[in-house]
């Protein structure tokens, strides 16, 4: 690992991110000012004013200095809301909570805003149920709320949404990687009369962000998801990347396993790169999600696919097929295979699980007996998908492993 501070070719966190991005990058405030008020913007002279901010306080660990916040007041006034665009646009920060009991305190903390009217709007925040975060993003009067559930994070971590009106797509970013994405979006109309950083409005006092905030970034087209992980990436403080490959089971995000294994492992210093899709198993989606995944430079990829898969002798050859393939695409990810959770037809579960683990076996990945993890009669919402005791005991088996 590179030392902190030091980035590739030598360069620093900001230079990295300015060569990366050029022109798509359209504000980059470090908020590293060591006194006074301005905030600076290094990439367009941008330039606002800080207020209710400590200057000078810790940063991410480039070298540089962050604000930090109390909860109250109001928080940074940006000139960003010239460049603003409404309709494609990626807007990202790195944040950091006070304490652990902030996740819980039953209060909204605003990161960011940028407001034209109550009709054309789009905010990140922590909202004021416990370890959520949400982006909000609100245009012609069609609201979309993307959310992720579980977050407890006391490190620095990057947080931001991402939008386009062309891809008719919003979603809640987190360390880099897309969550809760929502689709059928407004059309966004006006030039925001408000850019703020740990603000809602002048009006709202109280719920400025509550912890410090370093690295804001706007740009005036929506990053990929490869482009906003290596946003996060940059920043080198040990941030690791699970991706998993799923059917159903691994969709939910709401209380889906995935939540706890992101807010634990590591700290919760990861980010979650989710490739699920429902309604099929390991035959009709393992490829694709194979190839959506050979991108993700992952620490820990996890498969869990095959329960909407009949008896099918050809499920072995199709699924080391795929996890030599991600072997090869993620060389330094730790794979597991995991054996279907949950299936009406016993006999055929068991059947393809052991067709799983010889594959496993086969590609040298390691393969997870799930057998037990969970009780179908108390663990199950509707006798295939689990209930949150089910995920919860999920996740445990996982934690355990990984």
Not at 78 to 102: H, I, P, Q, R, Y
Not at 108 to 132: M, P, Q, W
Not at 170 to 182: E, F, S, T
Not at 352 to 359: D, E, F, K, P
């Amino acid at each position: 690992m590179l030392a902190a501070g030091i980035l590739g070719g030598g360069a620093s966190y900001k230079q990295n991110i300015i060569n990366a991005f050029g022109s798509s990058l359209v504000a980059y405030y470090p908020f590293n000012e060591p006194s006074g008020t301005p905030a600076t913007d290094i990439k367009a002279g941008l330039n606002g004013s800080v207020t209710n901010a400590t200057v000078g306080a810790a940063g991410i660990g480039d070298g540089r200095t962050s604000y930090a916040f109390t909860g109250t007041g109001y928080g940074t006034w940006l000139a960003a809301k010239n460049v603003f665009n409404g309709e494609e646009g990626t807007f990202m920060m790195w944040c950091k909570v006070s304490a652990a009991a902030d996740w819980t305190d039953g209060a909204f903390h605003v990161a960011g805003r940028s407001l034209v009217d109550a009709n054309n709007t789009v905010s990140i925040y922590k909202e004021n149920v416990n370890n959520k975060l949400a982006t909000p993003y609100k245009a012609g009067a069609a609201l979309l709320t993307p959310a992720l559930y579980g977050v407890s994070n006391t490190g620095w971590f990057n947080f931001g949404v991402v939008w386009s009106k062309s891809s008719d797509i919003v979603a809640l970013l987190y360390n880099g990687a897309r969550h809760d994405p929502r689709t059928t979006l407004g059309t966004w109309a006006g030039v925001p009369t408000l850019m703020a950083i740990a603000s809602n409005a002048a009006t709202s006092a109280s719920v400025a962000w509550k912890g410090s905030l370093a690295h804001m970034m706007l740009f005036n087209r929506a990053l990929t998801e490869v482009e906003t992980c290596n946003v996060s990436r940059l920043a080198n403080i040990g941030t690791k990347t699970i991706s998993i490959l799923g059917d159903s089971i691994s969709v939910n995000m709401t209380i889906g396993y995935q939540n706890t294994v992101l807010g634990t492992y590591n700290g919760g210093n990861n980010r979650l790169i989710n490739h699920a899709v429902g309604g099929q198993g390991i035959m009709a989606h393992m490829d694709g999600q194979t190839i959506a995944a050979a991108a993700d430079n992952a620490d820990i990829i996890i498969v869990e696919l095959g329960t909407n898969d009949a008896d099918n002798a050809a499920i072995t050859a199709e699924y080391q097929e795929n996890l030599l393939e991600l072997k090869a695409s993620n060389p330094r990810a730790a794979i597991y295979g995991m054996g279907i959770l949950n299936k009406t037809d016993e006999t055929n579960r068991a059947a393809n699980n052991a067709r799983i683990s010889t594959a496993c076996t086969n590609a040298g990945v390691t393969y997870w007996d799930t057998d037990g993890w969970i009780v179908a009669a108390s663990d199950l919402a509707d006798g295939v998908h689990p209930n949150a005791g089910g995920y919860a005991k999920i996740a445990t088996q996982i934690l355990a492993r990984i």
